[in-house]
């Protein structure tokens, strides 16, 4: 079956384009819109596997289409495809759960395997998008957890999944890798093993605790 599709950008002749880019056999275009509000209804409507979206629209910025489009519909993916790379761009949409962060010179081919790869729930970052996140993570991270953080790992001391958390927290399973890179850098592990046993070293996890 092919992959439905939806195209959310605020310019008609970018929508056109890649439209073009997605008309054969693998993937249906079943709707397109021009804002977040717009892009909402369509989903609702249409029920795609995968949100080909912009950042920076009018009426709502992709981070919120992303954060409610999590909440309406927890099943779809959403691929960010923008022309920013900044973290002021790039982390509130990963941290919103976005499935993968492409910038818009992608090639033709890499941007159909992107799809391809977001609807089967696979990450997928351009390679400046992937410095940004590294970049992040390998500042000085002497901050505490925050409080979503904590709920990663008070659930993955508990035994369970990417998988499972994501659906206990209602995130994707990126958004998941995405706060396990951030606390094995502020807690200087490499695993999630080593991960859990500094937390209760620290005192962030009590034995015995709902967490």
Do not use: C, W
Request: aromatic content about 4%; charged content about 25%; hydrophobic content about 45%.
């Amino acid at each position: 079956m092919p992959i439905r599709l939806i195209i959310v950008d605020d310019h008609p002749v970018v929508r056109d384009g890649l439209r073009g880019i997605f008309t054969d056999d693998e993937f249906e275009v079943v709707g397109e819109a021009g804002d977040g509000f717009e892009a909402l209804a369509v989903v609702q409507r249409t029920n795609p596997d995968v949100v080909l979206t912009d950042l920076r629209m009018p009426k709502m910025n992709g981070a919120e289409l992303i954060r409610r489009l999590r909440e309406q519909s927890p099943g779809v993916r959403v691929l960010v495809l923008t022309t920013f790379d900044n973290d002021v761009d790039v982390l509130p949409a990963i941290e919103e759960g976005a499935t993968g962060y492409l910038l818009k010179d992608t090639p033709r081919a890499e941007l159909r395997s992107a799809v391809q790869a977001a609807a089967r729930g696979e990450t997928v970052l351009s390679p400046s998008v992937a410095g940004v996140l590294t970049q992040k993570i390998r500042a000085p991270q002497q901050q505490m957890l925050s409080r979503r953080e904590l709920e990663v790992l008070s659930l993955i001391s508990r035994g369970a999944t990417n998988r499972d958390v994501a659906r206990k927290l209602f995130i994707t399973e990126a958004t998941v890798k995405t706060h396990l890179l951030h606390i094995f850098a502020k807690l200087e592990v490499n695993d999630r093993a080593a991960a859990v046993a500094a937390a209760y070293e620290t005192g962030l996890l009590r034995p015995g605790a709902d967490g």
